[in-house]
């Protein structure tokens, strides 16, 4: 039964390639009607959904790049003890230096005491937090490290709320202006956190 029901279809499609009538002019004209009304739509709806896509994806490398400076530099604040921090120069309004002032000493664990502090050994160690110029775009720098990313933080700000001298406890806040040359789109985003 299928393969009389192939040979049948076969011997359809062979009469409709070898009749030499064609398209008829009416026919031509409602399918170039439809194609007229159908292709604009479509290729309206294709490039909204291009556009849409792309400007995610932007969105998306952008605050990548603020999550992953954010995740650094809290990365290196725990492993840095610090005691305060300080203001740079007004010259370098996107800076500031966490300051470890001092150490405590603590003997090792014996099994008839438990771990003992001592007397507290300064050392005036100092790390800081700025934005500096790299290959034509700003890059944050913890401490000399170039925090890399392919987003440029230009016009980023770093300011934190101390009310003491020295700043022993404050918020710091971290403004991200954060753009890439190749999108042409800035995104501000902010960070802060508390020690």
Sequence with gaps: MIVNTVRHWMEKLK?????NKGITLIELLVTLTISAILLPVTYGALIS???VYEKV???AQLREDADYVSAMVMKNLYSYPFDRIS??????AS????VNDSEKNVT???DKSFYDVEEEEVINDQQTLELVQVDGKEQWSFNGAILATPSDFSGSKISTSCTSNPCE???IQLTYNVSH??????LQLESSFGF
């Design 15 to 19: 009469a409709k390639i070898s009749d």
């Design 87 to 92: 203001e740079c120069s007004p010259q370098r």
């Design 95 to 98: 800076c500031i230096i966490f």
């Design 57 to 59: 994806s932007i969105d």
């Design 108 to 110: 090792p664990y014996s």
């Design 169 to 171: 406890n404050a918020v």
């Design 181 to 186: 040359t190749s999108f042409h789109k800035t």
């Design 49 to 51: 959904g291009y556009k």
